[in-house]
């Protein structure tokens, strides 16, 4: 085995060790509809527009799979009432069914079909004030159930009237599984482009935001990029873009922008420095500076982004209990508020308007590309602090890959 494999396989046992990290029971049927209901929960319903194929198993609704064709779903999410959760956080089921007392719990989950879905998204988008619709996509390693349930939490927290569209791509919700889920990425752009013009071309649409993590970010970059040279601009209705910790390269971060155009929509990126997830990322990456953790008080990013009118918040200074202070955005409820109270007043972020003395938002990282199983369970494992129950494998892929490796590595 060359040096540099050894390295990352040492690499990845600091890793492993540092987060301490434990399997979980497997559950089935997170997402089937219970039929009981508790005083003082929220619900929470959702458009679903996903690439996943659907599941052979009907108690899964959609894989990790890439599906033909866009499909379409309808969800209802309960949430438990204030007094028996704490904000920013999504409570998993110990057992299904869940209980809606403790539980995050879906009370209604149906697979519809296109003509469904747009009546679905008519009825709704007349019912929320100002007309303002939250598109949100999510990062790397993500089962669909995760991004249900996530997608809810967030919605929820931030306080705010939206009409909430899931766009779900096929992640195989693995953290071997980089290089497949980068690819499902790049699939999905095509479907996004197309959801985002069906969503903007509606006349009762007032206004769209899109919320975007990690890996999500790249797909979100490349439908907007392909919507602004087919149509010479991005949707109008397109006002908001937030990129939370951006797992793409900052060349081509730039160049996205660039084929925007100045009719481009208002972006806000969101970094981090102090990110220890991202310093073993940036080091499995050669030394390359990923999207989230660049400086931007540093040339030449300062004058890039001064120029281009990105807004960008540095959120090095933030603390949180996490040690790699990698899981703010999932824990912190002001984060989310305050993301809901802007999205809501229809204004982009900025500095001025909120310091960084302020709870403002992280978001996790999905991992760098890297080379190699080793180099991928050593990006993937901090992501596994964010949701333990979510990343339940993570034990199991380090015995395997360390089975693996074990006659190639020398004592």
Known sequence: MAL??????RL???????????????????????????????????????????????EEFFSGNRGPALSFAEFTVSIPPEANRKQGEVQWPRS?????????????????????????FRRTVRQVPQRRVLVFIHGFNNRFDDAIFRFAQIVHDAGTPVVPVLFTWPSRGSVLAYGY?????????NALETTLRTLASDPSVGEISILAHSMGNWVTLEALRQMAI?????????????????????????????????????????????????????RLWGD???????????????????????????????????????????????????????LAEGQTLTDSRVGVGDRIIQVTTGAAAAIGTAAGLAVSAPVAVIDPRTRQNFQGHVENFGQAVSGAVSP
């Not at 003082?40 to 198993?57: E, I, N």
């Not at 889920?181 to 752009?189: I, V």
């Not at 040339?299 to 540095?314: D, K, W």
Request: net charge neutral; charged share 25%; with cysteine.
């Open 12 to 58: 990845l046992i600091v890793v492993a060790l540092l987060l301490g990290l434990n399997a979980c029971a497997s559950l089935r049927g997170t997402l089937v509809p219970v039929a009981e209901s508790v005083p003082g929960t929220t619900k929470v319903d959702m458009l679903v527009a996903t690439t996943r194929m659907p599941s052979s198993d009907p």
């Open 96 to 120: 299904v069914p869940g209980n809606p007392a403790t539980d995050f719990v879906t009370l209604k989950a149906d697979i519809i079909d296109r003509t469904q879905a747009a009546a679905w």
């Open 181 to 189: 889920d980068r690819e499902s990425n790049t699939y999905s752009r």
């Open 230 to 282: 087919r149509d010479r601009r991005v949707a109008p209705k397109i006002r908001n873009v937030l990129l939370a910790a951006p797992d793409v390269d900052v060349d081509l971060f730039r160049e996205a922008i660039m084929d925007m155009g100045k009719g481009r929509p208002g972006f806000t990126l969101f970094v981090s420095q102090d990110d220890r997830a991202l310093a073993v990322s940036r």
């Open 288 to 342: 390359a500076v990923r999207l989230g953790a660049i400086d931007p008080e540093q040339e030449p990013y300062r004058s890039e982004m001064e120029q281009a009118g990105i807004t960008v918040l540095n959120l090095s200074k933030l603390r949180s209990g996490d040690p790699l202070n990698h899981s703010k955005y999932a824990e912190s409820p002001e984060v989310v508020r305050i993301i809901g109270r802007e």
């Open 4 to 9: 540099q494999d050894h390295r990352r396989v």
